[in-house]
């Protein structure tokens, strides 16, 4: 029996919860979210992280939050006209996309769901129909991100099977970044599910992930998720992947993306660059999976991305299970500090940015795209 991936977020109907990922691996608590400001402090403070996956809640609570007022009687005041509507609910949109600017996912996400509502008042739908309207994108936008996830998956997969494989005879040694699977999306995953896809049809030897501080996303998530599946794998720390590539056989690095730029250049979880630029002086392949929605066709590099940074404390701070665990086999938690206290001068961003000629191809549900010689900047129109 094929193993069961882990779920990011749990609806029916209008009840939505998220898996509170930052108690994971240990305890594993689903959260509701009831309200545009529950789904905003879940995605600021991560307790849902992972671009695909927080679109998906925004878009979810969005959808939630117009079928309680269409049951509502009498029906909200802001129902009168589509204007007094798209002044009510225009600011909601973009308070959910301040929760994480980085991820051009959710600003795709809330931009979508505005052009709808534009569309449906310059059509001069009544506010019903237009709610209805808003309700229908929002959870189409979530319900788009499996099969897309598997579609990437398998465009990727199978070309670096064809590139690598041939000169291997082996299967393949992968490593990842931080966490790209089922809590990171809303099924599958994108570099993670590549991962997957090559274990399933029997092209993988091992998954190697790094650890991911200071967040841990790779020690906490992918580690669960990789042996959820079942899937052979090896956890290095951060610091350990040039030496993972000097003294093992890494066939290729497989990474997510946050944002990727016009020429190619993509931000991703802190410690990519790293791994891109270790990958280059070992002539390994670094390959970036992502959906089209993560593709940012308004900015030409990665020089106009923002970049999120994160509260000093949390670089100096980790959660986990108590060891050894007490004699009840009760799973207990806690919080310490790995730092002097009042430690001054912390620099702690989110996500770094992979120069495009670093990035050997970019993966999205519509294919590959790789850089023409002597090229150090990608055409990704082919593939959006």
Known sequence: MAASALISIKTNDDKIEIVNQLLLPHITEYVGIDTIQDAHD??????????????????LTFAQYLSRALRQEPLPDYFSSGEALKAHV??????????????VNLGNATHRLTKTLDDAIAANEDARTIVQNLIEEGKLI??????????????GGDWL????????GKTLNVLTVCNTGSLATSGYG????LITYLHEVGQLDKAYFTQTAPYHQGSRLTA??????QIPSVMICDTMVGSLFQHHNIHAVAVGADRIAKNGDTANKIGT?????????HKIPFIVVAPISTVDLNIDSGDQIPIEHRPPLEACLVRGAIYPQPSEGKVEQAQVMLTPFGLDGIYNPSFDVTPAELITAIVTEKGVAVKKDGENFFDLTPIV
């Open 190 to 193: 994108t570099a993670l599910g």
């Open 224 to 229: 669960l998720e990789l042996k959820t599946l």
């Open 142 to 155: 979530a319900g788009e991100d499996v099969g897309r996830n598997k579609a990437m998956a398998k465009w």
């Open 273 to 281: 660059y790293n791994a891109a630029v270790l990958a280059a002086r």
């Open 90 to 103: 225009q600011p909601l949109l973009d308070y959910l996309y301040t929760a994480r600017p980085t991820a």
């Open 42 to 59: 879940a995605i600021k403070t991560m307790k849902i992280r992972g671009a695909p996956a927080i679109a998906s809640l925004a878009s």
């Open 161 to 168: 099977v064809s590139r690598v494989q041939p000169s291997t």
